[in-house]
């Protein structure tokens, strides 16, 4: 091959490789963060330096916050455990996440996406209407029952119910240490744009946009 061919190929090898890959591929077996750099939390950083490998124990590598639900939201019947770097600092770099969902009977997990990662759930217990909305609003959803997995792609509003008659448990992965979430209620409603504009997108009265922002405004401003 000539030396332009080369490098052309070479160029869409990488862009081929960059475009695929959802985090950036780990340089090292595993990064630790080194707390004299301050938490995930505090630093607003997706990746922090990693202390010495040496003092790595095998505690670093096991999470137990999932043994149990979290707490339940009484809005919903939803009690998420997200499993991040913040609270399981052995992930950090790793590209993955998981999270633990436990939903009371009749509980929703409402429509929500996340911007940077696939997500593929395991029903653990319990019968969940479960499903996911593509780009050409297709809706793909059905009663998905324990021992089963659905996964919702990149970026797709997605969305669980417990059709049960028991509390469901979910367990999800994320291709992603840091998948992002974004709540389709609390995006539109609770964000703070322009009611003007609401009320035209949604055909809803002034009356019944103020009570949309009241519910979904986590400030709950007026
Ligand atoms: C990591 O720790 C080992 C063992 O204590 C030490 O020999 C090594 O120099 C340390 N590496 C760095 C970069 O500090
Ligand atoms: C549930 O709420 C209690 C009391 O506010 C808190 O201490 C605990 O950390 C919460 N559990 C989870 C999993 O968030």
Do not use: D, M, R, W
């Given at each position: 091959m000539s030396p332009i061919w080369t490098i052309l190929f070479a160029t869409i090898s990488l862009l081929c490789a960059t475009t695929m890959a959802s985090d950036p591929d780990p340089v090292q077996d595993f990064c630790i963060p080194d707390p004299r750099y301050g938490s995930l939390k505090t630093a607003h950083l997706t990746i922090l330096p990693c202390k010495n490998?040496?003092?790595?124990?095998t505690d670093d590598f096991?999470?137990?916050?999932?043994k149990r639900a979290g707490n339940f939201s009484a809005d919903t019947g939803l009690a998420a455990i997200p499993v991040n770097p913040?609270?399981?600092?052995?992930?950090?770099?790793?590209?993955m996440s998981f999270i633990r969902a436990d939903l009371k009977v009749g509980g929703i997990n409402p429509p929500h996406f996340h911007p940077r990662a696939t997500e593929i759930a395991y029903v653990v217990e319990g019968s969940v209407y479960s499903g996911f909305v593509d780009s050409t609003s297709r809706v793909f959803a059905r009663t998905v029952e324990q021992g089963e997995v659905m996964v919702y792609p990149r970026g797709l509003v997605h969305f669980q119910m417990n059709v049960g008659d028991k509390p469901a448990t979910i367990f999800g992965s994320f291709n992603s240490q840091n998948p992002g979430s974004q709540k389709i209620p609390a995006a539109i409603f609770g964000s703070g744009i322009k009611e003007e504009l609401l009320e035209k997108a949604f055909g809803l009265s002034p009356k019944q946009i103020g009570a949309m922002r009241r519910r979904f405004d986590p400030k709950k401003v007026k």
């Open positions: 490998s040496s003092e790595a124990t096991v999470f137990s916050g999932v913040t609270n399981f600092p052995g992930l950090n770099t790793l590209g």
